[in-house]
Each structure stands twice: as C-alpha cells, then as structure tokens.
C-alpha cells in the first residue's frame, strides 16, 4: 500500500509507527517517482522529497483511440453524407441554395467543434472526420447532378407527347420532355451523318411515311455513325424504337452536322427543330440517369468510407507505436 491509497492522517499515523530506514536506503525510483521520498525525514512522502502535502498521483492518459471510438469516426460522418446525399436527391433540383446552406452550417459547427480541442484527442478527430466528410459529400453530389440527376429531373418534371407527326412544328411541344412519335415514324439512317470535331457528332433525320424533305426532328449521338450514314446511336436498329427524349441545349455541332445533311442531302432543316435521343422505352432513360446518379453517389460514399478506415487505423498504429517508444 502506498500513499494513494489511504487519506492524509491515517498515513501519517502509519508513518509514526513504522521503524525509520536503515541509513543509506533510498525508495524504488518508480515508487519516488509516484509518490516522492523519505529524504527529508517528513512524515509524508511528497513528490520531490519535501514535506506538507498528501501526494497527488497523476493518472496517465492514453492517446490511443478505443475500437468504440474508431467506429464513431465511420459512423457519423457516413450518416451526415447520407443526409448531404438524400438533399442532392430529392431537394437540389429546386432549391439548390438551401441544399448548399445546410451544408455550410453542418461545416461551420464542426469546423468550431474541432477548434476547442486538439489533437490527439477524439473530440478533435471526430468533428474533422465528419467536416471532411460533408465537404466531399457536396463535391459528389454536384458531380451526381451534373452527370445523370439533371438529366432525371428535365425529364421527370416536362411534359410527355404522343401519337405525335415528325412532320408537326416541334413549337407545339416546347415543354416536352419525352415525345412517342405515331406509328410509321423512323430514322432516315442512309441520310445521316456525322460531324468530325474531336469526337462525332451523329444526325439522323426523323421522318414517316411522306418522306418529307423538310426536317423538324433529330436523333442525336456522340462517336455512333460514320461520316455518311450508318448511323447506330441508342436504339436505331430496333424496328420497334419510335420515341425521343428530348435533349436540351445541344452542343453547337450538332447545328454544324445538320448543316452538313443540307449540302449533302438537300435536306432542309426547320430553324429551331427538336433533337432528341432515339429510344425504343422513354422511361427506361428516365431511370436509367437516375441509376447512374445513385451509383455515383454509392461509389464515392464508398470510397469515402474506407479513406476514413485507412486514415483511423494508421492514426492508431502510429499512436501505439509512439506509445510502445515512450514506455
């Protein structure tokens, strides 16, 4: 037993009755250590040999994390990009500032969290984990939207035609966003072509059984055609393909390309005809862009996770090692 263990007078009245030590002994160097030395004759061992206080033995303090710790470390900044990512799912598309002003919020409070502690220390760990989870979580979520979810939304929100004539003014369906062409409607493959910059930017005419020579329809592609015909983009050569969605803001070579049928073909173009991607099932492309966000979203969650795992674990290893060192 030791100082630590007892109050202050009881170990002063063990003291007295104990006999004094031989001349020359001095205590273990791990004990002075903790509880101090009978250098000076006192009645209570002190750290540093001086006399008048009850010892205080300081607690060591790991600087490991513990396994509960390491998973909070997953956990929270997993749930938090669940939130970000269900936000750029279902809010992003109409209220973009507020999906982005949550965000910034959820950073702001972490980032002053991780500012009241330092490192080692969990309380630090945690909020910059979780803080740098949220900031790529935003990054993948834009890139979600701008790859597929835009793209699901136009469509989700426009309108759907059909039973619609390719000879009809594509002004009567501005607010389209999936268009069902009345039966006889078909690609004019042979007169298709593709426009060199780069990539290939593919036109096919949309025509019926007048073969009108004034065009107000336009499949569309990218590297599916040949220079002159063969035009092969989504489902061309399905013979029960007769429906377009709709894409907005095409790049400027496709007007080139149809330029291009005009002094090829004597095709004329209307001014301000519809392009559209040539489907056999609209709403199959519909979920299709929606597919393709989610798994954007899954995989950089994924990716997310096990940069954390990797990052916690070497913290940990290294920790025990500089532990190991000092010991």
Same mark, same amino acid.
């Given at each position: ?6 109050? #202050? ?24 250590? &903790? ?37 909070? /470390? ?43 502690? !330092? ?19 935003? #990054? ?17 929100? #426009? ?27 078909? /690609? ?15 036109? +096919? ?5 007048? &073969? ?35 894409? /907005? ?27 559209? !991607? ?12 929606? !597919? ?23 913290? &940990? +290893?290294?920790?025990?090692?500089? +532990?190991?060192?000092?010991?």
């Amino acid at each position: 037993a030791g100082p630590a263990d007892v109050d #202050a007078p009881t170990w002063a009245s063990l003291r007295q009755s104990m006999p004094p030590p031989p001349p020359g002994w001095s205590a273990p160097a791990d004990w002075q250590a &903790n509880y101090g030395s009978f250098a000076d004759g006192g009645d209570e061992p002190v750290p540093g040999g001086t006399s008048g206080a009850f010892p205080k033995v300081q607690k060591k303090t790991s600087r490991l994390l513990t396994q509960r710790q390491r998973s909070w /470390l997953y956990v929270l900044p997993c749930i938090l990009s669940l939130v970000i990512f269900l936000l750029f799912c279902n809010v992003y598309h109409r209220a973009p500032s507020v999906v982005l002003w949550i965000a910034f919020v959820m950073a702001f409070v972490l980032l002053i969290s991780a500012a009241f502690h !330092r490192p080692p220390h969990f309380r630090f760990w945690l909020p910059l984990f979780s803080l740098l989870a949220v900031g790529s979580s935003v #990054a993948i979520g834009i890139l979600s939207y701008e790859i597929a979810l835009w793209n699901y939304w136009v469509l989700y929100d #426009a309108n759907t035609y059909s039973n619609v004539l390719p000879s009809d003014p594509p002004a009567a369906y501005k607010d389209a966003g999936k268009v069902i062409f009345a039966h006889g409607a078909r /690609l004019d493959i042979p007169r298709s072509v593709g426009y060199k910059d780069g990539d290939l930017y593919c036109v +096919a005419p949309v025509i019926d059984e007048v &073969n009108s020579s004034v065009i107000s329809y336009w499949a569309i592609g990218m590297d599916c055609c040949d220079v002159r015909g063969g035009f092969d983009c989504d489902d061309a050569f399905d013979d029960k393909a007769r429906s377009g969605v709709r894409v /907005l803001n095409p790049a400027d070579q496709y007007k080139a390309a149809l330029k291009m049928a005009g002094a090829d073909y004597g095709i004329v173009s209307v001014a301000s005809p519809m392009f559209v !991607r040539w489907v056999r099932d609209p709403e199959q492309m519909e979920t299709k862009h929606w !597919r393709i966000g989610l798994a954007v979203m899954l995989g950089g969650l994924l990716l997310q996770q096990l940069t954390f795992m990797g990052v916690a674990l070497a913290m &940990n +290893a290294a920790t025990t090692g500089w +532990a190991l060192l000092r010991a």
